[in-house]
């Protein structure tokens, strides 16, 4: 039997070696002969152009020969180009079926798709109960993906009973895995004490593995850490260095805070025209505390021209997100603004409030 299996294993050696010509001349005859694992090799090569040009329905036709012969990889690939609607129009209940064979049989990457199908309700209703049955037969396996989505589906006690503990644990073999999700959420486990007991040096050590592989929210909250001095030392430019990581990636509470540390001088000199800026990017996504903020820098022209037009806006606009003690502050600077405005003026604010949308 090893020389019928010579010709397979020597295309997928020069396959993996980047020699495509070979593996094609070797790989191709099997395939027509019925080989399902050349079948599936040769539509991998055909949905990647290795070897031959670029040809999604190619790829499909060969995936399909395989998956009909049972073979899991194929069934899964051929789910994968219905879902995407590469080399046939997209399908999900086709997606479905193919994944849901691949699952079956075991394939951890089908078992995880599948998964996902149910929480989108792509093909199938949305049913938390078969997100979770999904997810733990992948995770079982190693997926991490697949560890870290069961642990949010346990911290939220969704599909399943709310329980912080079994979280924690997915979370861990997922985190330990390398998945940045994952060490980002064990991070917050130690920092709430949600199924562990608090600790925030645990916790540091979570967020910076997770932010240092580029996670916004891990860099967000590594800030906020190193802001407050929980679990390191107190250090405002280390502060600074990881709110501008996140706030670069768009997190509107890390351009709030970075806004906030260049408005104090805290890790950095001390420049509005730069708060301004940080404070703008956040309230235009609509965070309230840092259109608080800017309708403070416009009211006192700090960074920018004084303009009570936009400041009373900026604060309406606060007043009807905020809570609590800064709802009323804001409420107070809207006053105070509007003490300095003729009534044409507020009228103008209010109606930019109104067609205020976020960006």
Do not use: C
């Amino acid at each position: 039997s090893a020389a019928v299996a010579g010709p397979l294993e020597d295309g997928v050696a020069a396959y993996l070696r980047g020699d495509f010509a070979a593996a094609l001349q070797l790989i191709r005859p099997l395939a027509e002969q019925d080989d399902a694992d050349a079948q599936n090799n040769l539509g991998l090569m055909y949905r990647n152009g290795q070897g031959v040009p670029q040809d999604y329905a190619e790829a499909v036709k060969w995936y399909r020969l395989a998956a009909e012969q049972g073979l899991a990889k194929a069934q899964y690939n051929l789910g994968n180009m219905y879902d995407q609607g590469q080399g046939v129009p997209q399908d999900y209940a086709e997606a479905v079926k193919w994944y849901r064979l691949a699952a079956e049989q075991g394939l951890a990457k089908a078992q995880y798709n599948l998964g996902n199908m149910y929480d989108q309700g792509q093909g199938v209703p949305q049913d938390d109960a078969e997100v979770a049955k999904w997810y733990r037969l992948a995770a079982e396996q190693g997926d991490a993906k697949a560890q870290n989505n069961l642990g949010v589906m346990y911290a939220q006690g969704e599909g399943v009973p709310q329980d912080y503990a079994e979280a924690v644990k997915w979370f861990r073999l997922a985190a330990e895995q390398g998945d940045a999700s994952a060490q980002h959420n064990l991070g917050n486990m130690y920092d709430q004490s949600l199924g562990v007991p608090q600790d925030y040096a645990e916790a540091v050590k979570w967020f910076r593995l997770s932010a240092e592989q580029g996670d916004a929210e891990a860099q967000y909250n590594l800030g906020v850490m190193y802001g407050q001095g929980l679990g390191v030392p107190q250090d405002y430019a280390e502060a600074v260095k990881w709110f501008r990581l996140a706030a670069e990636q768009g997190t509107a509470d890390a351009q709030y805070n970075l806004g906030l540390m260049y408005d104090q001088g805290q890790g950095v000199p001390q420049d509005y025209a730069e708060a301004v800026k940080w404070y703008r990017l956040s309230a235009e996504q609509g965070f309230a505390s840092a259109q608080h903020n800017l309708g403070g820098m416009h009211g006192r022209g700090e960074g920018v021209p004084q303009d009570h037009v936009l400041a009373h806006m900026l604060f309406d606009l606060a007043v009807s997100r905020l809570e609590a003690e800064e709802r009323d502050m804001a409420i107070k600077n809207r006053d105070i603004v509007a003490s300095k405005m003729t009534p044409a003026q507020i009228a103008e604010a209010q109606r930019l409030a109104r067609e205020w949308k976020p960006k």
